[in-house]
């Protein structure tokens, strides 16, 4: 790949985000209702490749229960304020007034509650109940702290998300989490991420993961890049992984690692391109915050926002346009991405002629950067 020069001491691939990219019809196309947008991740089948994001703005205990009912897979932020209070409501309601030059301390300042162990169960075993598929996330931190809790409380599928996760993490102060060996001795599948290169890819895969999260997360509500100088635009992040899934199944000998798009997929184009540059589904933030009946009430906010040390993510309000059931199947009202996600995927593979989301994954692709107005 052609590297272009930053100056005579550095040299830099171009990367592109989903805004420099768009998906081209072909010769044949196919009715919206004769395709097929079912996901599968081990002996897991969803109706939707959507994943929630495990942030308190998207997820509850009843906002996971809903999207599991529309076929989603809902995924409970462990550390967050469900599992911190008892009644995390007032906490839920004060965030979303605060103002917002406040808002980041007062943030620390809640989250510094303890998480309790008792609640993690609790709220796995609530969702659990209501007959839909459990999954909750740590960060690599707590992993080793509360990993047993979750398993015990009869946990389907286990998310290890951070900002960026490494197959091999190097500290002088502690053992660090070894991946590898902690995946071989669970027994339940792992998801773990984000990684936005090949190679990190490729070594997250070798763990025995079940599938890997691509980018930063966060999205909307992400400061990384301003903060700390990171950045992964999506698009290229999402084939750099999707080729390493492409060697690693040959590596391996058929064994199959899902490419899960996680952070900048806001609208269903970004849906869209996400899975036509290689991803099985999509985990959605600020998509889903939308809702009207998310536990953000119209704002949106990630871990990296009350970090206790180095805030890089804010308090975001990205309003409350319309009930969950609208945004991923609609009726659209509004014309902008943000309504009917899985109509719109379900027309662009219609439109270019493909019947299910693997097969969408050979879509041609061009380069062509959108200027916003």
């Not at 990219?21 to 009715?31: L, N, Q």
């Not at 903060?227 to 058929?254: K, Q, W």
Request: a negative charge; proline letters at 5%.
């Amino acid at each position: 790949m052609t590297e272009i020069e930053i100056g005579r001491g550095k040299r830099g691939r171009r990367a592109y985000s989903f805004d420099d990219i768009a998906v081209v019809p072909s010769r044949r196309t196919r009715d919206p209702e004769d395709v097929s947008v079912t996901w599968q991740i081990d002996a897991y089948h969803f109706a939707i490749p959507v994943i929630a994001a495990p942030m308190d703005s998207v997820m509850s205990p009843h906002a996971a229960i809903a999207l599991g009912k529309l076929g989603g897979l809902p995924v409970l932020d462990l550390e967050g304020l469900w599992t911190r209070y008892e009644d995390p409501e007032p906490y839920l309601e004060e965030i979303v007034r605060l103002e917002p030059a406040k808002a980041t301390a007062r943030m620390q300042e809640i989250y510094a509650e303890e998480i309790k162990p008792e609640l993690i169960a609790e709220r796995l075993r609530e969702v659990r109940q209501a007959g839909v598929t459990v999954a909750g996330a740590l960060s690599p931190q707590r992993t080793q702290q509360h990993w047993k809790t979750v398993v015990d409380a009869g946990c389907d599928l286990f998310v290890i998300r951070g900002t960026t996760v490494s197959a091999e993490h190097v500290s002088g102060r502690a053992e660090p989490l070894n991946l590898k060996r902690f995946i071989y001795e669970l027994d339940i599948p792992v998801i773990v991420g984000g990684a936005a290169s090949y190679t990190a890819a490729l070594h997250l895969m070798r763990t025995g993961a079940a599938g890997v999260l691509v980018g930063f997360g966060g999205g909307a509500a992400h400061t990384t890049r301003r903060t700390l100088g990171i950045h992964a635009p999506m698009a290229s992040a999402i084939a750099d992984v999707a080729a390493a899934r492409r060697d690693y199944l040959d590596e391996s000998g058929g064994r199959y690692v899902h490419v899960i798009a996680d952070g900048g997929v806001g609208t269903s184009g970004d849906i869209v391109k996400a899975i036509a540059c290689g991803a099985d589904a999509v985990m959605l933030g600020a998509a889903l915050a939308r809702a009207s009946d998310a536990p953000g009430s119209g704002y949106h906010w990630g871990p990296e926002a009350h970090h206790s040390e180095l805030p890089r993510g804010e308090r975001v309000e990205v309003g409350a346009t319309a009930p969950l059931q609208e945004i991923l199947f609609g009726p659209g009202r509004v014309a902008d991405g943000t309504t009917n996600l899985i109509g719109a995927l379900r027309r662009a593979m219609a439109t270019t002629g493909y019947s299910d989301v693997k097969e969408f994954q050979r879509v041609e692709v061009v380069v062509a950067p959108y200027e916003r107005a």
